[in-house]
């Protein structure tokens, strides 16, 4: 955990202001702040008679979705990655054995 000092920034999501605290650098906030205010902006032009409440909790599904993919991905990657490191490090030895072949 982080020891800088909280960040507060004002931020508005659907045009209702909000004063949001965090350790992330204020320009974060900022960021997160617009995609959700992006997300709600979308679903009330979608819905445009569904309640901010559940336009809120439908941004928050999509939200929770995007980042479980984004997840799932990078565990695929992770293992692409173990893979390929562990091939290269095979491929390696074995050169290096051949090498000393080579020389004895």
Known sequence: MTTDPKAAVRVKILDIEYSVTGYDD???L???AAVVDR???ALS????E???LRNAILTALNLADELLHARKQLEEHQVEASDFNRQVTDRSRR???LCNLVQS
Do not use: D, G, T
């Open 39 to 41: 997300h709600m902006r």
């Open 50 to 52: 569904a309640s901010h």
């Open 95 to 97: 050169l290096i054995e």
């Open 30 to 32: 900022l960021l997160v």
């Open 26 to 28: 204020p320009e974060y």
């Open 45 to 48: 032009q979608k819905y445009n």
